[in-house]
C-alpha cells in the first residue's frame, strides 16, 4: 500500500536538495512534515508540497483506509539531476566563464507501515 509523487524540473542543484531529502528518508509523514515545515534550507518548501501531493495520492488510492489508522511512513526519496541551463558570465580580458544554473527531479513513496500482510497460497 503505497504511492508515488514526483517532481521535475526544481530550480535547486541537486546537492542541496538532496541534503533536504535526508532528512525525512524513512520518517513518519508527522515528524517529516514537522521537520520539513522549520527547516531553513532552500528544498525543503518543494520537499513538503511533494509530500502533501503523496499522502493525498496515497488517500485517493485507498478512500475505505482512515489516514489516521495506516501509519504513513516515507518509505523511499532521491534526487536525481535535471537539465542544466547554460550561462556565460564575464570575465577578464573579454573572455567567458561558462556558469551552470542546475535542477533536478524528485521521487518521493510514501507506504503505510501497517498494511495488511498478504497470505501467498501455493496451489
Do not use: C
Not at 542544466?84 to 513513496?109: C, D, E, M, Y
Request: hydrophobic letters at 40%; proline letters at 5%.
Amino acid at each position: 500500500m503505497e504511492a508515488v509523487a514526483k517532481l521535475s524540473n526544481v530550480p535547486t542543484s541537486p546537492r542541496k536538495m538532496r541534503i533536504v531529502a535526508d532528512m525525512v528518508r524513512g520518517q513518519k509523514v508527522n515528524k517529516a512534515l514537522g521537520i520539513l515545515k522549520f527547516e531553513p534550507k532552500v528544498g525543503a518548501k518543494s520537499i513538503e508540497k511533494l509530500l502533501l501531493s503523496a499522502i493525498a495520492n496515497w488517500q485517493n488510492k485507498h478512500e475505505d483506509v482512515k489516514l489516521e489508522d495506516a501509519d504513513l511512513y516515507v518509505k523511499t526519496i532521491f534526487v536525481d539531476g535535471g537539465a542544466s541551463l547554460k550561462r556565460l558570465r564575464p570575465a577578464p580580458q573579454g573572455r567567458g566563464h561558462r556558469i551552470l544554473k542546475r535542477s533536478n527531479h524528485i521521487t518521493l513513496v510514501v507506504a503505510s507501515a501497517s498494511a495488511p500482510s498478504v497470505a501467498l497460497t501455493e496451489e
